[in-house]
């Protein structure tokens, strides 16, 4: 399996085009992203129970979310919360949090004539994202989120900044 690890700019490389993809998930083409997915990569929704695999598959997927969201609430926000890479395995760890409004009819008129507000509703989840030693994704796993998870997102983005300071000052 050593032999199949990518190398650690690869991942960080991949990281960062992610931190820009997820805020605008539901809003721009994700086709950088599918460039970079094999063409049977396989995806795994344990938070919904479901699996496909291929990347036309995935396409539809993406596509299906976009308009199931866009039609459910006028509010849809997607957020990256974090991520994880670990020395010596092909995963990047991706935390993600989407804040929609629960729908009704209340929820597309205007609250200062309804009287009422809309009742926010947060959807999270973790990501794992596999990479193959060329850089390739061949597998994705939708799961909920752990604790540890958390906490190696927030070292992470230590890390990341450390690294940002090294920059500037070079």
């Given at each position: ?47 919904h ?25 006028p ?16 995963v ?22 309804t ?32 604790a ?23």
């Amino acid at each position: 399996m050593l032999n199949n690890v990518p190398s650690k700019e690869v991942l960080f490389r991949i990281d960062c085009l992610l931190e820009r993809l997820v805020p605008n998930l539901l809003k721009s083409p994700i086709v950088r992203f599918l460039n970079i997915c094999s063409d049977d990569v396989s995806f795994e929704d344990q938070l919904h129970k479901y699996k496909f695999s291929g990347k036309t598959q995935l396409l539809m997927h993406v596509a299906k979310i976009k308009i199931y969201y866009r039609y459910r609430s006028p509010y849809n926000k997607v957020e990256r919360i974090g991520s994880c890479i670990y020395e010596n395995e092909d995963v990047i760890v991706l935390l993600w949090r989407l804040h929609t409004f629960n729908t009704s009819i209340w929820t597309y008129l205007p609250s200062f004539i309804t009287k009422k507000k809309p009742k926010l509703h947060i959807i999270e989840g973790a990501l794992d994202i596999h990479v193959n030693k060329e850089g390739m994704v061949y597998k994705m796993i939708n799961r909920k989120i752990a604790a540890s998870d958390l906490e190696d997102a927030k070292v992470m983005e230590a890390m990341k900044k450390e690294r940002e300071d090294t920059k500037k000052w070079k």
